[in-house]
C-alpha cells in the first residue's frame, strides 16, 4: 500500500463510511470552532474536508500549523450531518476525524494566498507561478490545456495525421518577427535561431513524401507582449496536407475546432459548420478588420458616394475625398433618445483613438419623409438623407456615425466605432463563439516606412494568378491561397497553399526585392527539395494557446500558460534572461559591448 495515500482528495464518499484512509495533501484553509478544528486538505484532484477536535493529542500543533503545509493524515471516514453537506464538492457527503498526521513539507510565509482567486500583481504571480499554479482557476486552467492537447492529438490521428517531430536549432528566416538567436560553439561567429514557426521543415516533411503531418509544435519569436500573444514561446497545431487544395483543409480544420469548442465550451453556442467565409477586401470593408468578432451585428459600410453629391455641401469631406479619402458609417440603431453624452463620448472616444473625430446624423421620421438632427445634417438635402438611409439601411430613431480619412485609418477607426457602440448598446452576443474564415489576401503590401513592397503573409505561398501573368499584374492586386480562421475576434492560425514551384517562386521573391543568390542562400534548403519533384501541398497551424484562451474564458493568455514570460519577456522565477560567465562568453567567441 502507498505510504502517502489510499485515495486521493477528490475520491471519498458516503460508500467508504466507516473505513480508514490515509490522506496527503496541502492545507488550503482552516476554522477552528473552540472544540473542533475543520482543515480543508486539496490535492491535484480536488478537497477533502478533515475535522479533529481538542481531546486528540494531535489538536495543538494541529491548531498553529500554517496553510499549505503538506501533510499525511490517517483518519475515517465519517458522514457529514444533513445540514452540513456541501454539494458543490464531490467529497461533500463526508468528513474524515483525523486520528495522526505528519508533516510531509513545511512551508514559510506565503507571498500570496492560494485558497482565493484575488487578483495580484503579475510581478509576484509570475515570481511564485508555483504558488499561483495551485489556485483552483489557474489550475483548473492547465488541467483543461492538457485535455483539449490530448483530445486534438487523439483526434489527428483519427483522420490519418501521423506526429512529426521538426527542429529547435535551424537557420534565421524572414517571418516577420525577429529570431531568438543562439550562438554556436563549434562554429565561431555563427548562430542558430529557434523557429518561428516549423515552416520549411513541414513543408520538406511534404516534400519528403509523408502525406499528413500535424505537431504540437513550440515556436519562439522575439517580439512584444500583448493579451492574446506570450513573449518568448507559443505552441500552435501545426499541419501540413499533400495533394490538397484550400478547400480540404478548411474541410480538416472546420470539424476538427467545431469538435473541440463543442466538448470543451462548458455548453456555448458553437457556428454551425461550414463556418461563413470572407473575402479579405469584404471583411475589411464590413468590419474594418480582418479579425471580426461576429458576435457584433453591426457592418460598415462605404458611403463615400453619397459625400461627392452636389446636394451633399460638406467641404471638408469633399476636400479629404479628392485626396484620396473614404468615407465609411456606422449605424448605431434606436438611439435617438440616448442622451447627448452617448454621442459625445463616442466622439471623444475616437479622437483618443487618433481620429479627427466622429460626425453623426440622428434620423427622425417626419410624415413618412426622415429628416437628419445633429452637427452636420445642416449640409444635407433631404433627398440625400433618404438615398443614405435606403443605402445603409437606416431608419427613424437611428444614428450614422462617419469616419473620413485615407482607407487605412478609415477602417480602423471605423472597426474601433463598430465596436464601441456595440458594447454601448450591449448587442455583442455572450456565451457563444463564432468562427469564420477571411480568405484571397493580397500576396504583397507596400510598405510605408522602407518604401518598398513586402511579403503580406506568408512568402512560399501560391498565388492565384498563373505564373505567366505574374509579371503583367500589379504586384498589389496580385493575390494568394492564404486564408485565416477567426473566431470571436481572434486569430486563430493563418495558413496558406504552398508555393511548390521554384521558378514562381524567385518571380514572387524579385517583387519583393531578393535576387535569385538571395534567395537561394537564405532558403537554399527549400528551393533544393522544391527542384526534385514536389507535391502541391498547403496547411494551416491554429494556436494552442488562443484556443485554451477562449475555452477558458480569459483575456490574457498567460492564465492558460503554465510558466508564461512577463511582458518585458523575463522569467521572475528563474531569473532568465541571466548574466553568464566569462568562461561561457569566450567557449562562444562572444564578446560583450557596453551601450553608451
Not at 488541467?143 to 521538426?166: A, D, N, P, W
Not at 499541419?239 to 478547400?247: A, C, D, L, N, P
Amino acid at each position: 500500500m502507498n505510504k502517502y495515500r489510499t485515495h486521493n482528495c477528490a475520491e471519498l464518499t458516503i460508500n467508504n463510511i466507516g473505513k480508514q484512509i490515509i490522506l496527503s495533501g496541502w492545507i488550503h484553509k482552516k476554522r477552528d470552532h473552540g472544540n473542533l478544528l475543520f482543515i480543508d486538505l486539496r490535492d491535484h484532484y480536488g478537497m477533502t474536508q478533515c475535522v479533529i477536535d481538542n481531546k486528540n493529542e494531535y489538536f495543538s500543533a494541529l491548531e498553529k500549523i500554517k496553510l499549505e503545509t503538506v501533510i499525511r493524515i490517517e483518519g475515517e471516514v465519517i458522514a457529514r450531518t444533513p445540514e452540513t453537506i456541501n454539494k458543490e464538492l464531490a467529497t461533500g457527503s463526508i468528513e474524515v476525524s483525523i486520528k495522526n498526521f505528519y508533516v510531509l513539507g513545511s512551508t514559510k510565509e506565503l507571498p500570496l494566498p492560494v485558497f482565493s482567486d484575488q487578483e495580484y500583481s503579475e510581478e509576484i504571480r509570475l515570481k511564485y507561478r508555483y504558488l499561483d499554479l495551485r489556485r483552483k482557476k489557474l489550475h483548473q486552467n492547465i488541467i483543461l490545456r492538457s485535455k483539449v492537447i490530448s483530445f486534438i492529438r487523439k483526434k489527428m490521428e483519427s483522420l490519418g495525421f501521423l506526429e512529426y517531430q521538426t527542429p529547435i536549432l535551424t537557420s534565421s528566416s524572414p517571418e516577420g518577427a525577429r529570431d531568438f538567436l543562439v550562438p554556436s560553439r563549434l562554429n565561431p561567429g555563427k548562430f542558430y535561431a529557434l523557429p518561428q514557426a516549423p515552416q520549411q521543415f513541414k513543408q520538406l516533411i511534404m516534400m519528403s513524401g509523408f502525406d499528413r503531418y500535424f505537431q504540437i509544435a513550440p515556436c519562439f519569436r522575439d517580439e512584444d507582449a500583448r493579451a492574446d500573444r506570450s513573449p518568448g514561446e507559443f505552441y500552435q497545431l501545426d499541419i501540413e496536407m499533400s495533394f490538397v487544395e484550400q478547400e480540404d483543409v478548411f474541410q480538416v480544420v472546420e470539424p476538427l475546432l467545431h469538435e473541440v469548442f463543442t466538448k470543451f465550451s462548458k455548453g456555448y453556442s458553437i457556428s454551425k459548420t461550414p463556418f461563413k467565409r470572407f473575402k479579405y477586401k469584404d471583411a475589411m470593408l464590413k468590419f474594418g478588420t480582418d479579425k471580426p468578432d461576429l458576435r457584433n451585428p453591426i457592418e460598415i459600410s462605404d458611403v463615400t458616394e453619397i459625400f461627392e453629391r452636389e446636394d451633399v455641401k460638406l467641404e471638408i469631406f469633399k476636400k479629404l475625398i479628392q485626396k484620396k479619402s473614404v468615407v465609411r458609417c456606422v449605424v448605431a440603431k434606436n438611439v435617438s433618445s440616448k442622451p447627448r453624452s452617448f454621442f459625445d463620448n463616442l466622439d471623444k472616444g475616437s479622437k483618443a483613438e487618433g481620429a479627427s473625430g466622429l460626425g453623426y446624423i440622428i434620423l427622425e421620421n417626419n410624415n413618412g419623409m426622415l429628416e437628419g438632427k445633429g452637427p452636420i445634417a445642416k449640409f444635407f438635402s433631404n433627398d440625400a438623407i433618404n438615398t443614405l438611409c435606403k443605402k445603409v439601411n437606416a431608419v427613424g430613431g437611428d444614428a450614422i456615425f462617419f469616419i473620413c480619412d485615407i482607407k487605412k485609418n478609415a477602417e480602423k477607426f471605423s472597426a474601433w466605432a463598430r465596436t464601441e457602440i456595440a458594447k454601448n448598446l450591449e448587442l455583442i452576443k455572450e456565451n457563444v463563439f463564432e468562427f469564420c474564415w477571411v480568405t484571397d489576401y493580397p500576396m504583397f503590401e507596400y510598405n510605408e516606412i522602407d518604401k518598398k513592397i513586402d511579403f503580406s503573409h506568408n512568402p512560399f505561398s501560391m498565388p492565384q494568378t498563373p505564373m505567366d501573368l505574374i509579371d503583367k499584374t500589379d504586384p498589389l492586386e496580385l493575390l494568394a491561397y492564404q486564408y485565416d480562421i477567426v473566431c470571436n475576434g481572434i486569430e486563430l492560425s493563418s495558413g496558406a497553399i504552398r508555393n511548390h514551384i521554384p521558378e514562381l517562386m524567385y518571380k514572387l521573391f524579385k517583387i519583393a526585392g531578393y535576387s535569385k543568390e538571395e534567395v537561394d542562400n537564405k532558403f537554399s534548403g527549400m528551393i533544393n527539395a522544391l527542384s526534385y519533384g514536389a507535391p502541391p501541398h498547403g496547411g494551416i497551424a491554429p494556436g494552442i494557446d488562443r484556443i485554451i484562451m477562449l475555452l477558458a474564458g480569459e483575456k490574457n493568455i498567460r492564465e492558460v500558460t503554465m510558466f508564461p514570460l512577463n511582458q518585458n519577456a523575463q522569467d521572475l522565477m528563474m531569473n532568465a534572461p541571466s548574466d553568464v560567465s566569462e568562461k561561457q562568453l569566450k567557449e562562444l567567441n562572444i564578446k560583450l559591448v557596453k551601450k553608451d
